[in-house]
Antibody, heavy 122, light 112 residues
Framework: QVQLQESGPGLVKPSQTLSLTCTVS??????????WTWIRQPAGKGLECIGR???????NYNPSLKSRVTISVDTSKNQFSLKLSSVTAADTAVYYC??????????????WGQGTLVTVSS | QSVLTQPPSVSGAPGQRVTISCTGS?????????VHWYQQLPGTAPKLLIY???NRPSGVPDRFSGSKSGTSASLAITGLQAEDEADYYC????????????FGGGTKLTVL
């Protein structure tokens, strides 16, 4: 079955760029009917969708983060990546990658990676 | 402030039935978008519990069920067990946010 694994620095300085990669195993990232997404969760708080990418390269971003977010995909490596620029302490969170089901009516997220904690601090 | 509204907490004794509500609006649940539910056990990633309003993925007990009506949805858990203690999130889409995914604020279920 498909599994996702996040990787990247756990500590980022304020004003710098947060960079994470999600590696997909057990299946091709180019499989039809899906998109690939980043979701984050500050400690003790709820879930927030950051953005998503289709393997065609089409992206959609959370309007509140759009000016700072870039999501890209590398089908040759079966990976997709997140870059979040100009980070502040408010960006400290557990970051999850997940596969989204692309269907009319709005799809669900499954599976999820285990999540990686990113702390923004000097 | 989450786009979808859930009660912060619910509780129930073992064996009881509890429900968790998820209230939206005409731009999300009321617009016909499906509602999905996730269970997040302490220290773990969310896990898909219900998809497409009332469908269970393989392996999810039939004690869990979902429903949707108008601008709201509900998750029902019957025969409550200690291992059901977790956070539960609803998720849908919102046409006012470029059709992007939105979550409820989450509900902490305590098994008394």
């Amino acid at each position: 079955q498909v599994q996702l694994q996040e990787s990247g620095p756990g500590l980022v300085k304020p004003s710098q760029t947060l960079s994470l990669t999600c590696t997909v195993s057990g299946g091709s990232i180019s499989s039809g009917g899906y998109y690939w997404t980043w979701i984050r969760q500050p400690a003790g708080k709820g879930l927030e969708c950051i953005g998503r990418i289709y393997t065609s390269g089409t992206t959609n971003y959370n309007p509140s983060l759009k000016s700072r977010v870039t999501i890209s995909v590398d089908t040759s490596k079966n990976q997709f990546s997140l870059k979040l620029s100009s980070v502040t302490a408010a960006d400290t969170a557990v970051y999850y990658c997940a596969r989204g089901k692309n269907i009319v009516g709005g799809g669900w997220f499954d599976p999820w990676g285990q999540g990686t904690l990113v702390t923004v601090s000097s | 402030q989450s786009v979808l509204t859930q009660p912060p907490s619910v509780s129930g004794a073992p064996g009881q039935r509890v429900t968790i509500s998820c209230t939206g609006s005409s731009s999300n649940i009321g617009a016909g978008y499906d509602v999905h539910w996730y269970q997040q056990l302490p220290g773990t990633a969310p896990k898909l519990l219900i998809y497409g309003n009332n469908n269970r993925p393989s392996g999810v007990p039939d004690r869990f069920s979902g429903s949707k009506s108008g601008t709201s949805a509900s998750l029902a858990i019957t025969g409550l067990q200690a291992e059901d203690e977790a956070d539960y999130y609803c998720q849908s889409y919102d046409s006012s946010l470029s059709g992007w995914g939105v979550f409820g604020g989450g509900t902490k279920l305590t098994v008394l």
